[in-house]
C-alpha cells in the first residue's frame, strides 16, 4: 500500500510562484512514474506534470513548472512558476507502477488533493 499526502498549495497573484510537495508513504520502491494532475471546477481531470525515467509537462505549463525527486525523502515537487490565473484547480500527486501515462484512470494511488488558486 502507498500513501501520497500533498501540501504547499494556496493563493497567489498572477506571475507569483507557489511550491508543491508530495510526500509518499509505503511500499515504494516498484513505483515507476510518480504525476501531478489538477482538476479546476466543472473540467475533466488533466495530467500537468510527470516523472518516471525522465520528466515530460503539459503544454500549457511547459517552461513554468518543473517536478523533482528527492528519494533520500521519499518526496516530489512541483515548482510553479509564472503562475496563471487559468492554473487554479485543485492539484492532486499520482502513482502507478508502470511508465508515466497521461491517463489518469491509469494511477493506482492518489493524495487528498492540494487547492491553488491563482487570482488576476
Known amino acids: 500500500q502507498v500513501q501520497l499526502v500533498e501540501s504547499g498549495g494556496g493563493s497567489v497573484q498572477a506571475g507569483g510562484s507557489l511550491r508543491l510537495s508530495c510526500a509518499t508513504y509505503?511500499?515504494?520502491?516498484?513505483?515507476?512514474?510518480m504525476a501531478w494532475f489538477r482538476q479546476a471546477p466543472g473540467k475533466e481531470r488533466e495530467g500537468v506534470a510527470y516523472?518516471?525515467?525522465?520528466?515530460s509537462y503539459a503544454d500549457s505549463v511547459k517552461g513554468r513548472f518543473t517536478i523533482s525527486q528527492d528519494n533520500a525523502k521519499n518526496t516530489v515537487y512541483l515548482q510553479m512558476d509564472s503562475l496563471k490565473p487559468e492554473d487554479t484547480a485543485m492539484y492532486y500527486c499520482?502513482?502507478?507502477?508502470?511508465?508515466?501515462?497521461?491517463?489518469?484512470?491509469?494511477?493506482?494511488?492518489w493524495g487528498q488533493g492540494t487547492q491553488v488558486t491563482v487570482s488576476s
Open positions: 499520482a502513482s502507478r507502477y508502470g511508465s508515466c501515462v497521461n491517463k489518469s484512470f491509469l494511477y493506482r494511488y
Open positions: 516523472a518516471g525515467g525522465s520528466t
Open positions: 509505503g511500499y515504494t520502491s516498484s513505483i515507476m512514474c
